[in-house]
């Protein structure tokens, strides 16, 4: 028996948290009855193209995302009904959701599940664009899915959902003295240096320039401290600026895009996350698996703070209360928190098998 496929559409699949929570659930999936493929928004090849591959798993193109081109709509329409065989599409683009979810039950797709994984938008004209797509995404999916109370709430205006939480396996997570030393001399990081790290794109949301900011006053108390930032973006070249211009790039290191963030965390100190607005952000449950003490914008949803570990502040406090904050980590010591992370529902085995199960349920009912 051939396993059902079910059809993810992103924009593309890098190692983003969106990204990296679908593919902690398809790793998860029993691949003999569930396989994912992917509807992506970009012609290059991506971060986790090869493993989806790998897995057996489709990786379809389309242009980008333009809800009222008519050649864009055209293309969608074209692939919905050139694929007869998907019978559930799970879409994870954002507020224009409703313009896949649209083209999907057009060509008589009868499971439409919309996904949301953020609270909040850049307030711009982009914005009030979104706004308008938003608004029907409840009247055309037949499933609500969300990261978060927070995200769920925003993005469905008090429509019925379920909340899936970004779950891991705890433990590629687990503290140990001798992976921090080893990914330290990697990293060329002295032994008894005051890390603080960080991990994402380099993107407005992230706010990494009030995090250089809080640095450059930490480094002032803490002249051997290393800030460690882990991802890549648009911003990136910028930021880079920014810390020449501090005086700071024998301090801060860019790793780029890595695939060893389990072992990057076990290097950190401490973990700090200034957030402009997030959903459930998968980076901060990864944070409290390692173990590691976390200071996060209280932009960030508090539902992430599913252990003692995590401490919130405003960005309105300034960069000097927050330097000041994660310096009373320097003496931490760090514990094994898998169990905690577990009990508070973020196992990605128990997930996923939830999520395996509500796919088989949805196809039996439409087959």
């Given at each position: 028996?051939?396993?059902?496929?079910?059809?993810?559409?992103?924009?593309?699949?890098?190692?983003?948290?969106?990204?990296?929570?679908?593919?902690?659930?398809?790793?998860?999936?029993?691949?003999?009855?569930?396989?994912?493929?992917?509807?992506?928004?970009?012609?290059?090849?991506?971060?986790?193209?090869?493993?989806?591959?790998?897995?057996?798993?489709?990786?379809?193109?389309?242009?980008?995302?333009?809800?009222?081109?008519?050649?864009?709509?055209?293309?969608?329409?074209?692939?919905?009904?050139?694929?007869?065989?998907?019978?559930?599409?799970?879409?994870?683009?954002?507020?224009?959701?409703?313009?896949?979810?649209?083209?999907?039950?057009?060509?008589?797709?009868?499971?439409?599940?919309?996904?949301?994984?953020?609270?909040?938008?850049?307030?711009?004209?982009?914005?009030?664009?979104?706004?308008?797509?938003?608004?029907?995404?409840?009247?055309?999916?037949?499933?609500?899915?969300?990261?978060?109370?927070?995200?769920?709430?925003?993005?469905?205006?008090?429509?019925?959902?379920?909340?899936?939480?970004?779950?891991?396996?705890?433990?590629?997570?687990?503290?140990?003295?001798?992976?921090?030393?080893?990914?330290?001399?990697?990293?060329?990081?002295?032994?008894?240096?005051?890390?603080?790290?960080?991990?994402?794109?380099?993107?407005?949301?992230?706010?990494?320039?009030?995090?250089?900011?809080?640095?450059?006053?930490?480094?002032?108390?803490?002249?051997?401290?290393?800030?460690?930032?882990?991802?890549?973006?648009?911003?990136?070249?910028?930021?880079?600026?920014?810390?020449?211009?501090?005086?700071?790039?024998?301090?801060?290191?860019?790793?780029?895009?890595?695939?060893?963030?389990?072992?990057?965390?076990?290097?950190?100190?401490?973990?700090?996350?200034?957030?402009?607005?997030?959903?459930?952000?998968?980076?901060?449950?990864?944070?409290?698996?390692?173990?590691?003490?976390?200071?996060?914008?209280?932009?960030?949803?508090?539902?992430?703070?599913?252990?003692?570990?995590?401490?919130?502040?405003?960005?309105?406090?300034?960069?000097?209360?927050?330097a000041e904050e994660i310096l009373k980590h320097r003496c931490d010591?760090?514990?094994?928190?898998?169990?905690?992370?577990?009990?508070?529902?973020?196992?990605?085995?128990?997930?996923?098998?939830?999520?395996?199960?509500?796919?088989?349920?949805?196809?039996?009912?439409?087959?």
């Amino acid at each position: 028996m051939e396993p059902i496929r079910i059809l993810h559409v992103v924009t593309y699949m890098g190692r983003g948290g969106l990204e990296t929570m679908v593919m902690n659930y398809y790793r998860h999936m029993d691949r003999n009855q569930i396989q994912f493929d992917f509807l992506v928004h970009r012609d290059f090849r991506a971060d986790y193209d090869d493993e989806i591959e790998s897995l057996g798993g489709y990786i379809y193109r389309l242009p980008q995302l333009i809800p009222w081109s008519s050649s864009y709509n055209n293309a969608l329409n074209r692939f919905f009904a050139s694929h007869p065989e998907y019978r559930i599409v799970h879409i994870h683009q954002d507020c224009l959701s409703s313009v896949i979810l649209k083209a999907a039950k057009k060509q008589g797709i009868p499971v439409r599940i919309a996904h949301s994984h953020s609270s909040s938008q850049d307030k711009n004209l982009k914005y009030l664009i979104k706004l308008f797509y938003k608004r029907q995404i409840p009247a055309l999916a037949t499933q609500l899915f969300a990261c978060g109370k927070e995200a769920g709430d925003w993005m469905f205006g008090g429509a019925p959902y379920h909340i899936i939480n970004n779950a891991i396996d705890t433990r590629k997570y687990t503290y140990r003295p001798e992976r921090s030393r080893s990914m330290r001399q990697q990293l060329g990081i002295n032994s008894d240096a005051f890390v603080v790290g960080h991990v994402g794109r380099f993107n407005t949301v992230k706010n990494h320039t009030f995090l250089l900011d809080v640095f450059a006053e930490l480094k002032k108390k803490n002249r051997d401290a290393v800030l460690l930032l882990v991802g890549e973006g648009d911003l990136r070249s910028e930021m880079e600026k920014k810390v020449t211009s501090l005086g700071m790039q024998d301090n801060v290191i860019f790793t780029g895009i890595r695939s060893d963030v389990p072992d990057l965390m076990q290097a950190m100190d401490c973990f700090v996350f200034p957030s402009l607005y997030e959903g459930i952000p998968v980076t901060m449950i990864e944070a409290q698996a390692s173990g590691l003490p976390c200071v996060i914008s209280d932009a960030v949803p508090a539902e992430c703070q599913i252990t003692s570990l995590v401490e919130r502040l405003s960005l309105k406090d300034g960069a000097t209360a927050w330097a000041e904050e994660i310096l009373k980590h320097r003496c931490d010591t760090r514990r094994d928190t898998g169990k905690a992370i577990a009990d508070a529902g973020y196992d990605i085995v128990s997930n996923a098998w939830w999520l395996h199960n509500f796919y088989l349920e949805q196809w039996k009912k439409e087959a």
